[in-house]
């Protein structure tokens, strides 16, 4: 749970704009529980005229919303890495299916915050948002700036499949909490995700490797690989930093506990200089050492497509991966996720732990014209059907529950699976910060890339984030959030 743990100061509409991202300035990268995915698409034109939101339907069974039957929708999707053909394919034709008079109009795109910076700025915004990849935009701040919709109604109301039971109840637990801002749900997080190292099996067992289960193991390893010629580990410094943060926060988490990443959230006084996040920046540090510096260069689908092609040998990501890579990997290539490495014999949280949590985040802004459609939308893509559909095209898991049932998983997925059943209850708990402190994100990328390629130590690493959670706690012109579970 978060609740306000605050009241924010006087802060100017130029400040509230800047953090929205509705400036040219900011074409901001932001993490979250985000694929950092941009492949190729067309970008349709944004609405050029505002219109007054439609008036409902009547309210019933099938229509708990109270949808008008004849209103338009709008629907924005990050067409990254699980493309957008799940909405074009599955759920539009479905929401079609329920209001056959509705029009809908559809955009896919991968700058998100560029292509509706201007329509915010104006009022005109659609009806609902997939806001994710590396040019999401600041929800904390879109909250703050009461553009966002809660879904409290949302999670409240019956189920598709089952309307004896509420939505909240069919989808994985931590769902509806990996959406709170400000202690109420504001975002759907759509995609169960699980976050470690991914290694091609194949390869692996042709040269007799077996994945790291400690630091030393990985050390160890990094030498075998990097005398075959390929790179033992490596990431992407341009765009995606974060993919290594995540590595050292769960490290982090994995030696002290959940309450560590609570605790980040938080902002709790000298976090980040606690003896556990000096151990997990130090651990990945040294692996850092085997990175060639060109890595910090390029951007996270040219390591990938490296790693497809056998140059690369453990890449840290999230289970998006295999499904935005499937048209550059080879048929030989069969992707595994193993957990990251024990730090010390000592650590509370075994090396069968993983990170894995519900990530994507849907939205529907408060100020659109049919609002309404933009909550039976999000209901109907957390029906069985609805996600189903997803996995189907998407080659993503969701937060349903059973949805997945009966589907052929590729080799990740199936990975994903084993490793989620061997984790058990040792699951490495999710990050509010990202989506709360966009700022404060932005300079732990920063930071991120100084650590493992060598240009600071783990305790300047340290020194430097503690500095920079400092001025966030002390910025009055941010709402503080605080989390509890």
């Known amino acids: 749970m978060s609740n306000s743990a605050g009241t924010p100061g006087a802060i100017t509409r130029r400040q509230m704009i800047r953090r929205i991202g509705l400036t040219a300035l900011i074409a901001g990268p932001g993490a979250g529980l985000l694929s950092a995915c941009a492949t190729s698409g067309g970008e349709?034109?944004?609405?050029?005229?505002?219109?007054?939101?439609?008036?409902?339907?009547?309210?019933?069974a099938?229509?708990?919303?109270?949808?008008?039957?004849?209103?338009?929708?709008?629907?924005?999707?990050?067409?990254?890495?699980?493309?957008?053909?799940?909405?074009t394919d599955v759920h539009e034709p479905l929401y079609k299916k329920a209001f056959p008079q509705a029009t809908i109009k559809?955009?896919?795109?991968?700058?998100?915050?560029?292509?509706?910076?201007?329509?915010?700025?104006?009022?005109?915004?659609?009806?609902?948002?997939?806001?994710?990849?590396?040019?999401?935009?600041?929800n904390a701040a879109l909250q703050q700036e009461g553009q966002l919709l809660e879904l409290t109604e949302l999670w409240d109301a019956p189920s598709i499949d089952d309307p004896?039971?509420?939505?909240?109840?069919?989808?994985?637990?931590?769902?509806?909490?990996?959406?709170?801002?400000?202690?109420?749900?504001?975002?759907?997080?759509?995609?169960?995700?699980?976050?470690?190292?991914?290694?091609?099996?194949?390869?692996?067992?042709?040269?007799?490797?077996?994945?790291?289960?400690?630091?030393?193991?990985?050390k160890a390893f990094c030498e075998k690989a990097k005398a075959a010629g390929i790179a033992p580990f490596a990431y992407a410094g341009k765009n995606a930093s974060y993919y290594a943060y995540w590595m050292i926060l769960i490290s982090a988490a994995k030696i002290e506990g959940n309450q560590l990443l609570l605790d980040v959230d938080n902002l709790v006084d000298g976090v980040w200089k606690r003896d556990s996040m000096k151990q997990a920046a130090a651990a990945w540090a040294e692996i850092g050492k085997f990175m060639d510096k060109s890595f910090e260069g390029l951007i996270?689908?040219?390591?990938?497509?490296?790693?497809?092609?056998?140059?690369?040998?453990?890449?840290?990501?999230?289970?998006?991966?295999?499904?935005?890579?499937?048209?550059?990997?080879?048929?030989?290539?069969?992707?595994?996720?193993?957990?990251?490495?024990?730090?010390?014999?000592?650590?509370?949280?075994?090396?069968?732990?993983i990170r894995a949590a519900a990530g994507e985040a849907y939205l529907v802004p408060a100020k659109g014209k049919n609002p309404k459609g933009g909550l039976e939308y999000l209901r109907i893509m957390l029906s069985k059907e609805g996600a189903k559909?997803?996995?189907?095209?998407?080659?993503?898991?969701?937060?349903?529950?059973g949805a997945a049932e009966g589907l052929e998983l590729s080799p990740g997925n199936a990975s994903l699976s084993a490793a989620q059943t061997a984790a058990g209850q040792n699951i490495v708990t999710y990050s509010s910060f990202e989506n709360w402190y966009k700022e404060f994100e932005t300079e732990l990328r920063k930071q991120t890339n100084a650590l493992m390629f060598g240009r600071i130590s783990a305790d300047e690493f340290c020194?430097?984030?503690?500095?920079?959670?400092?001025?966030?706690?002390?910025?009055?012109?941010?709402?503080k959030q605080n989390r509890t579970v």
Request: charged content about 20%.
């Open 300 to 353: 996270h689908t040219e390591v990938q497509t490296r790693q497809n092609q056998g140059k690369v040998a453990l890449y840290p990501s999230g289970s998006w991966l295999e499904n935005e890579q499937k048209g550059q990997t080879p048929d030989t290539f069969k992707y595994a996720l193993t957990p990251t490495p024990s730090v010390t014999a000592a650590d509370k949280m075994p090396f069968e732990a």
């Open 106 to 138: 559809h955009v896919g795109t991968q700058q998100i915050a560029q292509t509706l910076q201007p329509r915010f700025a104006s009022g005109d915004v659609p009806d609902m948002i997939a806001n994710s990849g590396t040019d999401l935009m600041d």
């Open 463 to 479: 020194d430097k984030m503690q500095k920079a959670a400092d001025k966030t706690k002390a910025d009055s012109s941010i709402t």
């Open 389 to 401: 559909g997803f996995t189907e095209k998407s080659g993503n898991i969701t937060v349903v529950t």
């Open 44 to 60: 349709a034109p944004a609405a050029s005229a505002s219109a007054a939101p439609s008036a409902g339907g009547a309210v019933s």
């Open 62 to 87: 099938a229509n708990p919303f109270g949808v008008a039957a004849n209103a338009p929708l709008e629907v924005v999707i990050f067409k990254g890495g699980l493309g957008d053909s799940y909405a």
């Open 164 to 218: 004896s039971k509420k939505v909240r109840d069919t989808v994985a637990p931590g769902t509806v909490e990996s959406g709170l801002i400000d202690g109420k749900p504001y975002l759907m997080n759509y995609v169960f995700s699980a976050y470690g190292l991914w290694y091609d099996s194949a390869l692996f067992e042709k040269n007799g490797w077996t994945p790291p289960k400690t630091f030393d193991e990985f």
